[in-house]
């Protein structure tokens, strides 16, 4: 059993160590020293730690620094499992169902991973509980305080990312799992836009008398104060951790995806889902093969979670994160005023990587068909920008309607201006996306409602061209200030879309240069691997 | 089976013996009421239509996932109380999801090694001269994650000979592999059966499963439909994809499109 475990450990660190680019000599020397940079800056914070909590004078910090550091460490614990697994960097312990170890023993190994993939903390804790340790004026069991909070960590990240994953597998919970993800980020900002921070901030410190929280009830036992009633906080999470952490390891040890993904009713007629209704238009305004290729882009992204995911971060987080900048005092500022604009750009921005920067993505190694078919290729390409114009009106038009239900500035001319500036920006995006497209090609797994693998060269790309690409809006909002009218914005608008036809004219011809030239290179990269490693 | 060298497993019992089995997903049986028995020694081909339960069945025998009825054997001992007996002495090469993609070839095969409690040593030893077999020693530092079909069929096969298991099951395992891998992985099954083993196998190319298998079973909508040996099977003027077509693909013919 013991070499099972080690090969389990064995394979997490092998796993985890692969993860990174590994291509060629610089990049892995770029990886292993980061890493050394990360871990070595761990080791030093805990050193530092060491030293601070090991001073007599200092013997207060435990009472005002400790319980918010220990919630910042509860944080890190439970969030970043989660996104390991989404990455698909952490080891499936149903995949190990299958050679012989026994499932109750695996309960342990995933406790013991999911320290592994968080050793940071356990450096840090460990440097505090030295600290601790060396106070004279602190209760020696101090660090086994600390143990029994990182057993609590440990125990509930397990059982989070159990339920996660199996979120995950699940089709149609999977986006909501993605976007449950990406909203935890945002609700820090959201609790202090809304002014609610004080308060909660005072709910997580936890009032005088007994310690309601693990963080502040482990804090307290290492302080000068401890009482028993802190002791029976902290032990009564941590048994509450380990029977969640367990209940979930069980629930995944059982789970069958195919089993929770199956209809309850295979016979019933197929309803006329959302992809049918949004398809429906292409062939009422557009003549084959045009419209055959708007209609299948529309249906394939619509039923693609990756692609749903970020389309509807649009209109739910892109509104989040832009919020605080738009409420309270910053409500008449410039982002306040411009609120369905600017959130309007956010969500073009979230749209790139799947509809304007890497267009065949998604079609992988079916990408070749657009060279076989008896169609010019510019009809590909225009088809792909056609469908992403439209869930990018489709998007602005639901961000409006977020504006109104949170009350946010709207008016006729606000929802005329975002329009604009989006449709503006969106040539220029879709101009310099056809380059992108054919000449940096990489396949995507649209099944994955998240991203897995380490960002590529085409993420720092994206980063540098949308800046790029916002010019004739930032030009448009320059136009307005200068001459102070609503009709120099517009008029700016119209010259930098008019440009931006010529250049998306020219930028096409230049793509379809491109994809005649680098089209074995472009189907060879779409082509490679069959597994998850390229999502 | 002369040349037997496996032992440990309830002997004169069969390799796979299976009683009413079903398992149904959202209010369909995928496999219904399935009754079958592989002898030992045998190598067993599992024939079927796409869609027709033989993945499921694979998935159960491998005790990943949990019949909704009915009885489970191999090697003499039961599901789920014998699963850990069972499990040291299955190999598996399963479908493309039970890979490791974030390991190379040599690392999977020496995990999988080790999981049968081989020592790691001798692990990485057998996993350098398996990809050589294979011929998966040139992909070098490449990704399981970045391998084509063909490649991940044979890090698994590699991997499922890796602890000399005395049943094999295998999904598909030819599926994606060239003419040469596909003939090195038959000779080194034939070797296993020869040599004592169990082999019990799906797959679509028919030809393959008439020059290899003695005994085949064709399920189809969950039931089994044909279960005979090869000799049988053959007695007649029909080959096995006749039988096959005949009892599973009555009626599909392009007559009925006269555009066509």
Known sequence: ?535 | MPGAVYNGSVSGEPAIAVSQLSKVYGGKAAVDGLTLTVPRGSFFGFLGPNGAGKTTTIRMLMGLAPPTSGEISILGFSLPDGAIEIKKRIGLVPDESLLFDHLTGAEYIEFVARMYSIPRATARERARELLELFQLDSAGRKLIGEYSKGMRKRVAMAAALVHRPELYLMDEPFEGVDAVGARLMKDLLLEQVRHGATVFLTSHVLEVVERLCDRVAIINEGRIIVEDSMTALRSGAETLEDIFVRVVGVGRTADALDWL
């Not at chain 1, 435990?62 to 989660?82: K, N």
């Not at chain 1, 993505?361 to 068909?369: E, H, I, K, S, Y």
């Not at chain 1, 990489?442 to 897995?452: C, F, G, K, T, V």
């Open chain 1, 1 to 535: 059993m013991t070499g099972q475990v080690r090969a389990i450990v064995w394979a997490q660190w092998r796993s985890l160590v692969n993860y990174f680019p590994h291509s060629n000599l610089a990049v892995s020397a770029v990886s292993a020293g980061l890493s050394a940079v990360w871990y070595g800056g761990c080791v030093v914070f805990a050193v530092l730690l060491a030293q601070v909590f090991s001073e007599p004078a200092n013997a207060g910090l435990t009472e005002s620094v400790l319980p918010p550091g220990l919630l910042l460490g509860f944080l890190f614990w439970q969030i970043v499992p989660v996104l390991l697994a989404t990455t698909g960097g952490s080891l499936s312990m149903r995949k190990l169902l299958v050679y012989p170890v026994e499932p109750s023993r695996l309960f342990g190994l995933e406790l013991a991973l999911r320290a592994a993939t968080t050793s940071e903390m356990t450096i840090v804790l460990t440097g505090v509980s030295v600290g601790l340790a060396l106070n004279p004026r602190l209760p020696k069991w101090g660090p086994l305080a600390l143990a029994g909070f990182a057993a609590f960590n440990i125990c509930l990240s397990a059982g989070t990312r159990d339920f996660m994953v199996r979120m995950f597998e699940r089709k149609r919970l999977r986006e909501i799992a993605g976007l449950l993800i990406v909203m935890v980020g945002a609700i820090p900002q959201l609790i202090i836009a809304m002014g609610y921070g004080e308060k909660v901030a005072g709910l997580f410190r936890g009032g005088p008398g007994a310690p309601v929280w693990p963080w502040s009830a482990a804090a307290l036992l290492c302080g000068e104060r401890p009482s028993l009633a802190a002791a029976a906080v902290l032990a009564a999470w941590t048994a509450a951790g380990y029977a969640f952490g367990r209940f979930q390891h069980a629930r995944t040890l059982r789970f069958d995806a195919e089993e929770a993904n199956a209809s309850e009713s295979p016979v019933a007629a197929p309803r006329r889902g959302i992809a049918e209704r949004l398809s429906a238009w292409p062939n009422r305004i557009l003549r084959d093969p045009l419209a055959a290729l708007v209609e299948k882009e529309i249906r394939f992204l619509v039923r693609a979670p990756r692609f749903r995911l970020v389309f509807i971060m649009g209109f739910t987080f892109g509104l989040v994160i832009w919020l605080p900048m738009a409420a309270g005092h910053a409500r008449g500022g410039v982002v306040g005023s411009n609120f369905l604009t600017f959130t309007s750009l956010y969500s073009l921005l979230l749209l790139g990587d799947v509809c304007f920067w890497n267009v065949f993505g998604f079609d992988r190694l079916a990408a070749q068909l657009y060279w076989a078919m008896p169609a010019p290729f510019s009809t590909v390409l225009i088809g792909k920008n056609l469908t992403a114009l439209f869930f990018v009106l489709l998007e602005v038009t639901l961000i409006a309607i977020g504006c109104a239900v949170i009350r946010a500035p709207l008016d006729a001319v606000r929802i005329a201006e975002a329009y604009a500036a989006t449709v503006t920006t969106a040539l220029y995006v879709m101009a310099l996306g056809n380059l992108t497209s054919t000449t940096n090609a990489r396949p995507l797994n649209a099944s994955r409602a998240m991203r897995s693998g380490a960002p590529g060269k085409l993420q720092a790309l994206m980063l540098l061209l949308y800046p790029v690409a916002s010019i004739p809006v930032l030009l448009a909002f320059g136009a307005r200030y200068a001459f102070s009218g609503e009709w120099a914005f517009f008029a700016a608008l119209a010259a930098s879309g008019a440009i931006g036809a010529v250049v998306y004219r020219v930028s096409l011809e230049s793509a379809l240069e491109a994809a005649e030239k680098n089209k074995e290179k472009l189907l060879a990269a779409l082509g490679q691997g069959e597994g998850v490693m390229q999502a």
